[in-house]
T-cell receptor, first 112, second 115 residues
């Protein structure tokens, strides 16, 4: 079965600084990759996804992630974060179509 | 715009008690899911229902049962609650093939504590 490892449990950063949240996956077959965001006391929301085609995918609020097949990674980046980006971020992978595995999450805290 | 609605939002049980978590969606989605979220472990799939009338086990089904009551509703039952089932439970729904598209819509969660 596929699996996901998020390399950082917590990432503190100052407002307007760049950020990278790291995600590695393992799978013996082709994968679909996702990033979800969870704001306090809410459910998860899909942030962006890689299904096929361009390896660089973007969200509407300035995040981007790059699928790197050779390094089995799907890191999430934003060049300049805002206070409102404070949330928990989950990387997820689907390989078989019968399951979606989530990472343990990275808590991003943006400080003023 | 209700989306996915879960009840109750909070529940405290004693070991051995039973309870049912209710989930309803108003998006006419075919597929529905139950996940549990534990600190340091992310979300783990308990059961899912790819379409009305079908249910399948996920990664951690032991101790749980589900019922897809109709297209809108998908309930999760704990027959004999154990402290290990203390968790936050999320219901989600999607169009068919949600694991391939990633377009899962989540409810706000139900926080369950088993003493």
């Amino acid at each position: 079965a596929q699996s996901v490892t998020q390399l950082d449990s917590q990432v503190p950063v100052f407002e307007e600084a760049p950020v990278e949240l790291r995600c590695n996956y393992s799978s013996s077959v082709s994968v679909y990759l996702f990033w979800y965001v969870q704001y306090p006391n809410q459910g998860l929301q899909l942030l962006l996804k890689y299904l096929s085609g361009s390896t660089l995918v973007e969200s509407i609020n300035g995040f981007e992630a790059e699928f790197n097949k050779s390094q089995t990674s799907f890191h999430l980046r934003k060049p300049s974060v805002h206070i409102s980006d404070t949330a928990e971020y989950f990387c997820a992978v689907s390989a078989s179509g019968n399951d979606m595995r989530f990472g343990a999450g990275t808590r991003l805290t943006v400080k003023p | 715009n209700a989306g996915v609605t879960q009840t109750p939002k909070f529940q405290v049980l004693k070991t051995g008690q039973s309870m049912t978590l209710q989930c309803a969606q108003d998006m006419n989605h075919n597929s529905m899911y139950w996940y549990r979220q534990d600190p340091g472990m992310g979300l783990r799939l308990i059961y899912y229902s790819a379409s009305e009338g079908t249910t399948d086990k996920g990664e951690v089904p032991n101790g749980y049962n589900v019922s897809r009551l109709n297209k809108r509703e998908f309930s999760l039952r704990l027959e004999s609650a154990a402290p290990s089932q203390t968790s936050v439970y999320f219901c989600a729904s999607s169009e068919a093939g949600g694991f391939n598209t990633g377009e899962l819509f989540f409810g706000e969660g139900s926080r369950l504590t088993v003493l």
